[in-house]
């Protein structure tokens, strides 16, 4: 017989109920089965991130934003984008880095049925002379921050096509929380 039981409650507050137990009535727990326990560095990462949404929120956020954090309803990650955008603003004039997708890499006479794709990411790229002015402006506009080259590679299994796109991913610290976002070249 199963007996449902709450065994814990995670730091979000929600309860967790296992249906499964053993013969002592004890829950059964997998480590897979526990999203809750965190090392001691992620746990310090979510106090940083909930104290500077807080922060940020009383300091600039709207009515509306703040009676949503009074009762617990508004997103960490809406602030945390506001956030972003506040701290990359000087490097508006540079595009995004947009994801390739799998129809972007695979030339297979069927488009319908594109065949699989594998991306990967290395830190192993060459720039050409514009590209290096580029992530020289970059680092000149956020002096603070870290600038590095990415090579995005998606090779089509079946059509043997490779794509490969390169990126800047900018790292920078912000009161405690770091922050990254990722421009084309």
């Not at 090779?155 to 929380?177: A, H």
């Amino acid at each position: 017989m199963m007996r449902e039981r709450s065994a814990f409650s995670t730091p979000t507050g929600f309860s967790i109920r296992y249906p499964c137990t053993d013969i002592n009535g004890r829950a059964i727990v997998r480590p897979s089965d526990r999203p809750w326990i965190w090392s001691s560095k992620e746990e310090r990462a979510m106090t940083n991130r909930k104290r500077l949404v807080n922060q940020w929120v009383a300091r600039y956020g709207t009515a509306n934003q703040l009676s949503r954090l009074a009762e617990g309803y508004l997103s960490y990650e809406e602030v945390l984008s506001e956030i972003r955008n506040s701290v990359f603003s000087p490097l508006d004039s540079f595009p995004r880095f947009r994801r390739m997708s799998r129809m972007a890499v695979c030339r297979c006479p069927r488009r319908r049925a594109p065949c699989d794709v594998v991306f990967r990411t290395s830190t192993n790229a060459t720039l050409t002379h514009d590209q290096y002015d580029s992530m020289l402006q970059v680092r000149s506009l956020m002096p603070d921050a870290a600038v590095c080259a990415r090579a995005h590679i998606g090779f089509g299994v079946r059509c043997r096509e490779t794509k490969t796109r390169l990126s800047l991913m900018v790292d920078v610290e912000f009161d405690g929380v770091r922050l990254s976002r990722e421009y084309a070249l």
